[in-house]
């Protein structure tokens, strides 16, 4: 059987999650027989070297004996090793300018990658994620801006809290004003999103009360594409037509500017679909959105106020819609906007263990027993020193 590497976390700042905790390490070598595990040590990762020998797992600084390593964020180029099997998110698929490189690498080494991103189940739906924990944290942080600027009650940001339970908690005994929600959103993160409004007993409502009523108290809607995308010749909304050829689609999000004082962006979003409003619909005097949570941080993307992404340590700045520029955060007549790029690292114990259960559940038999779903062969985005034919398309990106 093979021996599976767990990686240090090689970006700047380092990424504090880890894809096994030692307790999944422990689960694995009892499940699977004969499998050998390696933590390559780390100062940085959620649990400590000294958690994983307390296991009795063997923590090293060189990786290079094990077969397969697992990570969670870009592996540096300079760090990998040629001839092993990775796991890791290498957000390549998409041709990411940033990560050229990378895949470049990748090829010359003779490295078999597998990026968490590409497994599958067979409807197309992902397998293995930290989504969830996006939305819960962006979700979050809609009502920590709403504390901070009208000045109410004051919030930690979670990555301040040992844990999700902490964070929920500061919840008690804070009386939360009235407050018009609108989560647009269909998947992991949306639903992240929803979870935590659920915690919350914020009361959800369908679409014509949003837009018609007031309320006493917060509220929320939540939107998926079809509720503000339309066909620009009138015809019936076709959901698979609308991803192929977006040109054809303008936004119907219009009326709900003018309803929301919160938006939470949770969507799937490519290049080509039109952004939910512009720049000059944001200077409208009946445009109310003052809080925006852009969980999925696309850049550009569907949100003209997204100009970059932030960083847990210095994650919300302001808005001017009139200067069409970034400004101080809080102040009266500003937007806000929260654009962290990697929300779940704000709980790295609860992400962390989730995501190894995920895997231990339903990639792991794939890639030590038997593939018989071709779940491992359809992920392989690399292997023998090429790309495989699922994912030639990047060739262009790689050459």
């Given at each position: 059987m093979a021996t599976i590497g767990i990686i240090r976390e090689g970006k700047n700042p380092p990424d504090l999650r880890t894809p096994l905790t030692p307790e999944h390490c422990l689960e694995i070598i009892q499940k699977f027989p004969g499998t050998h595990i390696l933590v390559q040590s780390s100062a940085s990762r959620c649990f400590s070297d000294e958690q994983y020998i307390n296991k009795g797992i063997k923590v090293v600084e060189d990786i290079s004996g094990a077969d397969i390593l697992l990570g969670v964020k870009e592996v540096p180029v300079d760090d990998l090793i040629a001839d092993k099997t990775y796991l890791f998110f290498s957000h390549t698929i998409k041709k990411q300018a940033h990560n050229r490189k990378l895949l470049r690498s990748i090829v010359k080494?003779?490295?078999?990658?597998?990026?968490?991103?590409?497994?599958?189940?067979?409807?197309?739906?992902?397998?293995?994620?930290?989504?969830?924990?996006?939305?819960?944290?962006?979700?979050?942080?809609?009502?920590?801006?709403?504390?901070?600027?009208?000045?109410?009650?004051?919030?930690?940001?979670?990555?301040?809290?040992?844990?999700?339970?902490?964070?929920?908690?500061?919840?008690?005994?804070?009386?939360?004003?009235?407050?018009?929600?609108?989560?647009?959103?269909?998947?992991?993160?949306?639903?992240?999103?929803?979870?935590?409004?659920?915690?919350?007993?914020?009361?959800?409502?369908s679409q014509e009360e949003f837009l018609e009523n007031e309320y006493d108290h917060p509220v929320y809607v939540q939107l998926r594409s079809e509720d503000y995308y339309q066909r620009r010749d009138g015809r019936e909304w076709d959901k698979s037509d609308f991803y192929k050829h977006p040109e054809d689609y303008v936004s119907s999000f219009q009326p709900y500017t003018k309803a929301a004082d919160i938006f939470i962006n949770a969507v799937f979003w490519k290049e080509g679909i039109p952004p939910f409003f512009t720049k000059e619909e944001m200077k409208a005097k009946d445009f109310c959105i003052k809080i925006i949570s852009d969980i999925t941080c696309d850049i550009?993307?569907?949100?003209?106020?997204?100009?970059?992404?932030?960083?847990?340590?210095?994650?919300?700045?302001?808005?001017?819609?009139?200067?069409?520029?970034?400004?101080?955060?809080?102040?009266?007549?500003?937007?806000?906007?929260?654009?962290?790029?990697?929300?779940?690292?704000?709980?790295?114990?609860?992400?962390?263990?989730?995501?190894?259960?995920?895997?231990?559940?339903?990639?792991?038999?794939?890639?030590?027993?038997?593939?018989?779903?071709?779940?491992?062969?359809?992920?392989?985005?690399?292997q023998n020193g090429a790309l495989t034919e699922r994912f030639n398309y990047l060739k262009d990106y790689v050459d």
């Open positions: 080494k003779n490295i078999r990658l597998i990026d968490y991103e590409t497994l599958l189940w067979d409807a197309g739906n992902r397998i293995i994620g930290f989504g969830r924990f996006a939305g819960i944290v962006g979700a979050h942080y809609a009502f920590l801006m709403w504390g901070k600027k009208y000045g109410i009650y004051h919030l930690k940001q979670a990555f301040e809290c040992s844990n999700m339970q902490e964070m929920y908690a500061q919840y008690h005994g804070i009386s939360l004003p009235p407050m018009k929600i609108v989560i647009c959103g269909d998947g992991r993160v949306a639903h992240g999103a929803i979870e935590f409004m659920k915690k919350l007993k914020i009361h959800h409502v550009p993307g569907p949100l003209p106020s997204t100009s970059r992404s932030t960083t847990i340590d210095n994650p919300i700045y302001g808005y001017n819609q009139f200067l069409e520029s970034e400004t101080q955060s809080f102040l009266p007549n500003t937007i806000d906007v929260q654009a962290v790029g990697n929300l779940p690292c704000e709980l790295p114990l609860d992400a962390s263990v989730e995501f190894g259960e995920q895997l231990i559940r339903h990639v792991l038999p794939h890639l030590l027993i038997a593939d018989k779903d071709h779940i491992i062969k359809n992920a392989t985005i690399t």
